[in-house]
T-cell receptor, first 113, second 112 residues
Framework: GIQVEQSPPDLILQEGANSTLRCNFS?????LQWFHQNPWGQLINLFY???GTKQNGRLSATTVATERYSLLYISSSQTTDSGVYFC???????????????FGQGTRLTINP | GAGVSQSPSNKVTEKGKDVELRCDPI?????LYWYRQSLGQGLEFLIY????????KSGLPSDRFSAERTGGSVSTLTIQRTQQEDSAVYLC??????????FGEGSRLTVL
């Protein structure tokens, strides 16, 4: 099956810093999503981005499907950005929302005040 | 409610007992998923339901696990004869036609 590798596994930064999280995958994908799991365990969908670039406020993501990687950028980080960031991919085409995502192991981000 | 709702939020049970976990998806979303997250790990796919099609059970770890979805809405995940290795957070998600997954807050299961 497809392999998903995220790096770095841990990242500790001061408030205000910028960060880049990387997701490598071993096969072509039809679906790639980034999630943030906050310290209380809630998973929030950040981006659905099988290719191209998207931005949402201080967060942006780029997926280069031909080179099998995706990057999540966080600018001017805040303490509320702390948590675990997961990349998840699916190789099957989406049919009416159906998908079986394979998750990476996550990057644990800690933003210190 | 506006989001995916799961219950109970926490469940402690003794080894060998059966447990039921419930998921109430967002109204109108046709696809429903169950994932499992063990301590410090990523998420593991268990099962998904898509409309009236037969569910994809390929991720269920053993025949002690089963799930049903009644009326295309509420879903129940049942674990029979629980084992300590079943301890995890069980997460339900649904998806709109755009494909984005929306997760509930999870049910934390502890098997003593």
């Amino acid at each position: 099956g497809i392999q998903v590798e995220q790096s770095p596994p841990d990242l500790i930064l001061q408030e205000g810093a910028n960060s880049t999280l990387r997701c490598n995958f071993s096969d072509s994908v039809n679906n790639l999503q980034w999630f943030h799991q906050n310290p209380w365990g809630q998973l929030i969908n950040l981006f659905y981005i099988p290719s191209g670039t998207k931005q949402n406020g201080r967060l942006s993501a780029t997926t280069v499907a031909t080179e099998r990687y995706s990057l999540l950028y966080i600018s001017s980080s805040q303490t509320t950005d702390s948590g675990v960031y997961f990349c998840a991919v699916d190789v099957d085409p989406i049919i009416q929302g159906a998908q079986k995502l394979v998750f990476g192991q996550g990057t644990r981000l800690t933003i210190n005040p | 409610g506006a989001g995916v709702s799961q219950s109970p939020s926490n469940k402690v049970t003794e080894k060998g007992k059966d447990v039921e976990l419930r998921c109430d998806p967002i109204s109108g979303h046709t696809a429903l998923y169950w994932y499992r997250q063990s301590l410090g790990q990523g998420l593991e796919f268990l099962i998904y339901f898509q409309g009236n099609s037969a569910p994809d059970k390929s991720g269920l770890p053993s025949d002690r696990f089963s799930a049903e979805r009644t009326g295309g809405s509420v879903s129940t995940l049942t674990i029979q004869r629980t084992q300590q290795e079943d301890s995890a957070v069980y997460l339900c998600a649904d998806a709109g036609v755009g494909g984005e997954l929306f997760f509930g807050e999870g049910s934390r299961l502890t098997v003593l």
